[in-house]
C-alpha cells in the first residue's frame, strides 16, 4: 500500500511539472491571432532592441515623460523619466541595476546621485524588458500560466480575456475577438497595485510591427486616468552604449 501511494504521488508531481511546463491551446490561439493582426509572430521574434517614447498627460504637475531604450540579447534596459524638467534615469544590465537621481539647481549642469537598485526593483525592471511589449510572448518560458477565462464588453466590443499569471504578477488580457488587438490590459504587482491600460489606437512602425499608440492609462494608488501617446521603434542600433551606470 505504502509502494502504491508512493507511485500515486510521483505520478502527481510528474503531472503537475508538466502542466506548468505547457501552453494552453485556447490561450495560444488568441495570442497568434495578436501576432498576426500586429505584423506576424516572425517579424515580433526578429525583435533585438526597441526604444518607446511615452507622454503621460493628465493636465496635473504630475504629467511626465518616459524614454526608454532596451536590448533584448544584452538584458539592459534605460528608463529615463522626466517630470518638471528634471531626469530620474532607471537602468538595469544582467544583475546590475542603478538609479541615478538630479541634484543641484536647474540653472546649472545637471549633476546626479547614483545609487543600486533593490533587488525587487531589479526583478520588476527585467520583467518589464520582455513584458512592456508583449507580456505573452514566450510566457511558458517566463513561469506564466495561461487560462482564458470567458468574454467581456470592452467599450462597446467583445473582447476574450486571458488570465497571464506567474512570478508574483497577474495580468488579465482582453483580445477584440474580431481584430485580435489587445484592447485593455490590466497588470496586478506584487505590491497590489492594479495598472490599467486601455489601447485606443495602434500605429505601424517603420520596422512593420504595429503597436499601441494612444492608451489611457489609470493606477489603483492614485485613481487619475492619464492620457499616453506613445512611439515605438524596434531594432533600434543605438550611437552610444546607453546601458552605462
Do not use: C
Not at 508538466?18 to 515580433?44: N, R
Not at 470592452?154 to 473582447?159: E, L
Amino acid at each position: 500500500m505504502k509502494q502504491l501511494l508512493v507511485t500515486f504521488f510521483l505520478a502527481a508531481v510528474v503531472s503537475t511539472g508538466l502542466y506548468a511546463q505547457t501552453s494552453d491551446a485556447k490561450a495560444d490561439s488568441v495570442f497568434l491571432k495578436y501576432y498576426t493582426a500586429t505584423g506576424g509572430k516572425a517579424l515580433w521574434d526578429s525583435v533585438q532592441t526597441y526604444t518607446l517614447k511615452q507622454a503621460y498627460r493628465a493636465g496635473t504637475a504630475n504629467d511626465f515623460d518616459l524614454d526608454i531604450k532596451a536590448s533584448v540579447p544584452s538584458q539592459a534596459m534605460v528608463k529615463v523619466r522626466t517630470i518638471l524638467k528634471r531626469d530620474f534615469i532607471y537602468g538595469i544590465k544582467a544583475t546590475d541595476g542603478w538609479l541615478k537621481i538630479p541634484i543641484g539647481s536647474r540653472d546649472k549642469v545637471t549633476q546626479y546621485q547614483t545609487s543600486n537598485l533593490s533587488d525587487k526593483e531589479r526583478e520588476n525592471m527585467r520583467r518589464e524588458l520582455t513584458d512592456i511589449l508583449i507580456p505573452f510572448d514566450d510566457y511558458t518560458t517566463k513561469g506564466y500560466i495561461a487560462t482564458v477565462v470567458g468574454t467581456e464588453q470592452i467599450n462597446g466590443a467583445t473582447a476574450t480575456q486571458v488570465e497571464l499569471e506567474g512570478k508574483g504578477v497577474k495580468y488579465n488580457l482582453y483580445f477584440d475577438a474580431k481584430t485580435g488587438l489587445l484592447l485593455r490590459e490590466k497588470l496586478t504587482l506584487a505590491t497590489g497595485e492594479i495598472q490599467t491600460r486601455d489601447h485606443t489606437k495602434y500605429e505601424k512602425s517603420k520596422y512593420g510591427l504595429s503597436y499601441p499608440s494612444e492608451t489611457t492609462y489609470v493606477s489603483s494608488i492614485d485613481k487619475k486616468p492619464m492620457k499616453v501617446t506613445t512611439v515605438t521603434d524596434f531594432n533600434v542600433k543605438f550611437a552610444e552604449d546607453p546601458f552605462v551606470k
